[in-house]
């Protein structure tokens, strides 16, 4: 009888990538998840050992605030994470104050994760964006403090904002420079697969990026060390002689005709913000109708599934979540029925924090698989008085209404929102493409316009039901792009007669 082997493909659907090796999960997210890990556990342990529990749970979850800003430089982390701390001491106030108010605390958790969300993307903080807001507003609420109790919480939880920032910025002391190094390292890497082909996309734009973050880094980067700057115009000057020109066609494309994008501007991180925040809202209410204990876990579920790029990663994002919580429902039951030391779960809290850092980037059911006990065990040793059993099941009923209440959100909140920004941003881009065949403005403007594009496109090619007009908006986009990218090209490889011919066409398509 033959054997049937599950699909590699199948396998890589349903869990997701494989992981890397441990030296790639170590540069990537070592120092995250050890500093992560610190400064949710330690004080944690110190409340245990000063028989306050609580005050140690109150200042753990603030402790979220050092997975924040680490890819930074050190001048900018140090205002980034500050102001995060400040954003989660509220949502830990808010939590706190409206926690015993189930009505109540599913819209302030709505309204704090659309300002977090909004917040995230104007000033580019990087993940999780707005998923901190509801774990640590949701875990306050359930560690149930009194009206006498609400003063030291939330000096508890100033003393995790305050260990996370000094945490945070430790490494400031003996390597000064090291993110925007570690920047411009990544951008040597990614210029290095463009130049021999390797990419898994095949088109420039994630060298480019990359190359645009390794600028702003050394922009803000450390005035300690000498510049990196110089290496990292080297490092440009590869990316634009490794950028392919000569397969596309110079004659005019006749490109179908479309109508000119009304000149209506929507602030791009609006949509977005929006559904996550109508979607914690709409998932805590709809779990406290169910008569649901715990609603913040069903906005916590809400939020972290709609943390994916479009629909399609959002329903990707749901059927991993659901995997990973079922995984981590499973080793929460069986650690918590082992009722073990409170010191030993102190130590799991941070191993499990460790893990959750290590893995989030590169297996999110696995991740998933270890925030859920992480979650249960800090709100448990907190506040150990609720049953063990009602705490499992009541978590596994609220993802699921989560994890419903996300995909209905992600299908048909603002479902449009890239498809509708495209046609305003092929045109902008078209206009800076012919500014730069004409010597009006340069070739890192050109680059930075083209990468904006391409995650537009990206995103309303990844719709379901995009807005009308959308595939010649996409066939407009391809063709900007092709000859934005062929000019800077044939201009860093000094072909000047190819050039000028891809001027011309871009004079005759995009004017």
């Keep these: 009888m033959a054997v049937v082997r599950p699909s590699p ?3 890589r659907r349903v869990l997701g990538p494989s992981l890397p090796g441990p030296r790639a999960l170590w540069n990537t997210a070592g120092r995250r998840a050890v500093s992560a890990a610190a400064c949710v556990a330690l004080p944690l342990a110190l409340g245990v050992a000063l028989g306050r529990p609580d005050l140690g749970s109150a200042a753990g979850l603030a402790g979220f605030t050092a997975i924040y800003g680490h890819a930074l430089p050190f001048r900018r982390r140090a205002i980034v994470v500050a102001g995060v701390g400040a954003a989660l001491l509220v949502a830990f106030a808010l939590g706190t104050l409206v926690g015993s108010h189930a009505l109540l605390l599913a819209p302030v958790l709505g309204l704090l994760v659309a300002a977090a969300s909004a917040a995230t993307a104007i000033w580019r903080i990087g993940p ?3 998923l901190g807001v509801v774990l640590v ?4 609420s359930a560690l149930g ?9 939330l000096l508890a939880a100033l003393g995790g904002v305050l260990l996370s920032w000094l945490v945070c910025m430790l490494p400031w002391l003996w390597d000064p420079a090291g993110p925007e190094r570690r920047a411009v390292a990544a951008a040597d890497a990614a210029v290095d697969a463009a130049e021999r082909g390797t990419h898994p996309t095949g088109r420039p734009d994630p060298a480019a990026h990359a190359v645009r973050v390794a600028h702003a880094a050394v922009a803000d980067g450390s005035r300690r060390r000498p510049s990196l700057a110089p290496d990292l115009l080297a490092i440009e000057e590869r990316f634009f002689r490794a950028l392919p020109h000569g397969d596309i066609p110079l004659e005019p494309a006749r490109l179908e005709r479309v109508a000119e994008p009304r000149d209506r501007w929507t602030a791009p991180w609006l949509p977005g913000a929006l559904r996550a925040g109508l979607a914690a809202a709409a998932a805590g209410l709809l779990a406290v109708a169910l008569g649901l204990s715990s609603s913040y876990w069903a906005s916590t579920t809400a939020v972290a599934v709609l943390l994916g790029a479009d629909v399609r990663a959002t329903g990707a994002r749901a059927a991993h979540r659901t995997i990973g919580t079922l ?9 918590l029925a082992l009722h073990l030391p409170v010191g030993v779960q102190v130590l799991l809290v941070g191993l499990l924090q460790m893990t959750v850092e290590l893995l989030i980037a590169f297996q999110y059911v696995l991740a998933v698989s270890a925030i859920t006990p992480l979650a249960l065990l800090l709100v448990h040793v907190g506040n150990p008085a609720r049953p063990v059993p009602e705490l499992i099941g009541t978590r596994l009923a609220e993802t699921v209404v989560g994890i419903v209440v996300a995909l209905v959100a992600g299908f048909l909140l603002f479902r449009r929102a890239s498809s509708r920004r495209l046609p305003a941003a092929v045109s ?3 206009a800076v493409v012919v500014a730069a065949a004409g010597g009006e403005v340069g070739d890192r403007t050109l680059r930075d316009a083209l990468v904006a594009l391409y995650e537009v496109a990206t995103g309303a090619r990844a719709e379901l039901s995009p807005a009308p007009g959308t595939p010649v908006w996409l066939r407009r986009s391809r063709r900007t792009a092709d000859l934005g990218w062929t000019l800077l090209a044939t201009r860093a490889q000094d072909e000047h007669e190819l050039a000028a011919q891809v001027a011309a066409a871009i004079h005759a398509d995009l004017r």
């Design 428 to 430: 902008r881009t078209g």
């Design 128 to 130: 999780p964006g707005p």
């Design 327 to 335: 995984l981590g429902i499973a080793i929460a039951a069986g650690l």
């Design 137 to 140: 507003g949701g875990g306050a």
């Design 9 to 11: 493909d199948l396998a």
């Design 145 to 153: 403090a009194g009206p006498g109790a609400f003063g030291p919480h």
